[in-house]
């Protein structure tokens, strides 16, 4: 099973200021690599899918890159509603399984 | 418009039972796979089950196998999850999330949530 490691765990940013979050997969991935926000409260809702689609309605400050076991979720220019959770994700076809790294939690200062 | 809303949550003992169900609408439900995934107090989001179209494949994390029963009913547009034998440690709020048709693996839209609290 791949196991999906997030760093750092906690990230206190200003606003205007560029976040940059990590996500190492303990073996290859297909490029079914996926990214998800989740504020205080709320559901998490689906930024970046296959690494680095944004989708339907993401602002265009949310880019996602990598390949292989390396991949990175960067948000541009902080906002203060960007202050959430973020997770990646993947699909295991061996065993069937979807895994979620631990996440990270953004706070805006 | 698509939506997915979660009911069923609530207060149980260890060793106790509960139903969760999720109603989905604004898309055809019979054609999507569907998942569970869970958010305990504190920690990071976990996948529990997965039901494809037609009830075919059915898979569960290890934490919540053996435990747990996931089903789909499409003619009334909804997707359950029967919890058995609940441990103080599937304290969560529980998510029901449609997995996108495309994009494999990823959840495209998901619910509001249930809590679900096993104390005594």
């Known amino acids: 099973e791949t196991v999906l490691t997030q760093s750092p765990a906690t990230l206190s940013l200003s606003p205007g200021e560029r976040a940059t979050l990590s996500c190492r997969a303990s073996q290859g991935v297909n490029g079914h690599l996926h990214w998800y926000q989740q504020k205080a409260g709320q559901a998490p809702r689906l930024l970046i899918y296959d690494a680095s689609n944004r989708a339907s309605g993401i602002p265009a400050r949310f880019r996602g890159s990598g390949s292989g076991t390396d991949f990175t979720l960067t948000i541009s220019s902080l906002e203060p509603e960007d202050s959430a959770a973020y997770y990646c994700q993947l699909r295991s076809n061996w065993p069937p399984s979807w895994t979620f790294g631990q996440g990270t939690k953004v706070e805006i200062k | 418009e698509v939506q997915v809303v979660e009911s069923g949550g609530g207060l149980v003992q260890p060793g106790g039972s509960l139903r969760l169900s999720c109603a989905a609408s604004?898309?055809?439900?019979?054609?999507?796979?569907m998942n569970w995934v869970r958010r305990a107090p504190g920690k990071g989001l976990e996948w529990i089950s997965y039901?494809?179209?037609?009830?075919?494949?059915?898979y569960y994390a290890d934490s919540v196998k053996g435990r747990f029963t996931i089903s789909r009913d499409d003619a009334k547009n909804s997707l359950y999850l029967q919890m058995s034998s609940l441990r103080d440690e599937d304290t969560a709020i529980y998510y029901c999330?449609?997995?996108?048709?495309?994009?494999?693996?990823?959840?495209?839209?998901w619910g509001q949530g249930s809590l679900v609290t096993v104390s005594s």
């Open positions: 999330a449609r997995e996108d048709y495309d994009r494999i693996g990823s959840f495209d839209y």
């Open positions: 039901i494809s179209p037609s009830s075919t494949t059915i």
């Open positions: 604004g898309f055809t439900f019979s054609a999507y796979s």
